[in-house]
């Protein structure tokens, strides 16, 4: 009579890593075993390896617009300023008391006056638009993408004497530390025959590279009172730009903030400028996070499709194994240790190289610049200047759960028919 004994017995593992290790001669299913392990190895390699890419690219976007951007913009409504005329400015003539106010605000780690502005930066024939933030060099010192870039030429110490630009315009300027630029305003000296442009040459003496194509191709940072002169603000300023200690929550901040800078302010924060990206990027996150899982799924199926095949061409060893009193439960989870075998070594080996790949993505990039011939990250089209990649923890633990989650849920169906087979009928012509 059969007796039973205890789940997952030390027989249990040995009769199964027998199976999965037996040759196709001997009536295993080698071959269909390394299949089952290759694939789910690469499904879960595949799925590391775009979650890592998909949380570094999304952190270093977001690190690129904290970095050199302002957390939030406080700016004025527009307010009529010559009631005989009609003329309406947003201009801040109280932006030295505004700021101070905003910087008593808990949670904010600076409020810094601006000017901005638009112009054509040009030298010798070579011309592009830019656009000039006025700002001074306290404030410029605690941007820290722009204060402490990677790429530097110059010293941003003497920028009270001239001009600081980004790297991407001066390149396509043919721009150096040291060089004179032009800069023409349309909005100049107001003449009887209407406004003239103005234009000014200063000197280049600091070049930065922020991380972010589209400000270092377009930025350009100008002495605060210099900027005022320039675009016709004298005593005021166009906005306020703060920064908070907690970007993530900067919406939290938004009624001290309104409160602090008085009647007709107005916000516009980091996330109302790239919020719709963000969002973008999550649903893109989920999106391939599914499909990635139905590779995985598919792999997993290979587990059935071997198990399958192992329980037909072991039939006759199952039969005796029941006859020698293994319970239904014990040939089943032999069975179900065969598939287990295979999903837990293939997820294994999948987390391996996955975790080794993301680790090893600039040089993977190199590779692949080098047999394209160069341009497979267009900073252009991409924003940044690199494929970047954030191995998470939990991202990993995703992949596991879900790859060993299949893994063990397709391997069910074959166990309980191994379990089933009578062993009568096993036994009936050997």
Known sequence: MATRTAPFSGFEFLIAWRYLRARRAEGGVSVMTWISLIGIMLGVAALIITLAVRAGFRAEFVDTILGSNAHVTVYSAPMEVAPETGIFSSLMPDYAARAARIAQVPGVTRAAPLIRGQVMATMNDRSNVAEVYGISYENLMTIPRVAHSAQIDGEIESFGQGIAMGSELARELGVAAGDTVK????????????????????????????????????????????????????????????????????????????????????????????????????????????????????????????????????????????????????????????????????????????????????????????????????????????????????????????????????????????????????????
């Open 183 to 430: 800069l023409i305003s349309p909005n100049g000296v107001k003449t009887p025959f209407g406004v003239s442009p103005r234009v000014n040459a200063y000197t280049v003496v600091y070049v930065f590279t922020a991380g972010r194509w589209d400000i270092d191709r377009t930025r350009i940072y100008m002495p605060f009172a210099e900027a005022q002169s320039f675009f016709n603000r004298e005593g005021g300023a166009d906005e306020i730009e703060v920064m908070v200690k907690d970007p993530e929550h900067v919406d939290d901040l938004t009624p001290q903030l309104i409160a602090a800078g008085g009647a007709g302010t107005m916000l516009w924060s980091w996330r109302d400028a790239s919020g719709s990206f963000l969002r973008a990027l999550t649903m893109e996150d989920n999106v391939m996070f599914v499909i990635l899982s139905v590779l995985v799924l598919i792999a997993t199926m290979n587990i059935t499709s071997g198990l399958i095949m192992l329980v037909k061409n072991k039939g006759r060893d199952i039969g005796i194994l029941r006859t020698m009193g293994l319970t239904e439960g014990s040939v089943m989870r032999v069975f179900f240790l065969c598939g287990a075998f295979t999903g837990t070594i293939g997820t294994a080996l999948g987390v391996g190289l996955g975790v080794l790949f993301a680790l090893n993505i600039s040089h993977v990039m190199d590779a692949v610049n080098w047999v394209s011939g160069g341009g497979a990250w267009d900073p252009s089209i991409r924003g940044i200047y690199e494929l970047p990649a954030k191995l998470l923890p939990w991202d990993v633990a995703k992949a596991v759960v879900l790859a060993l989650g299949l893994s063990f849920v397709v391997t069910i169906f074959p166990a309980r028919r191994a379990a089933r087979l009578n062993p009568v009928e096993a036994l009936r012509y050997e």
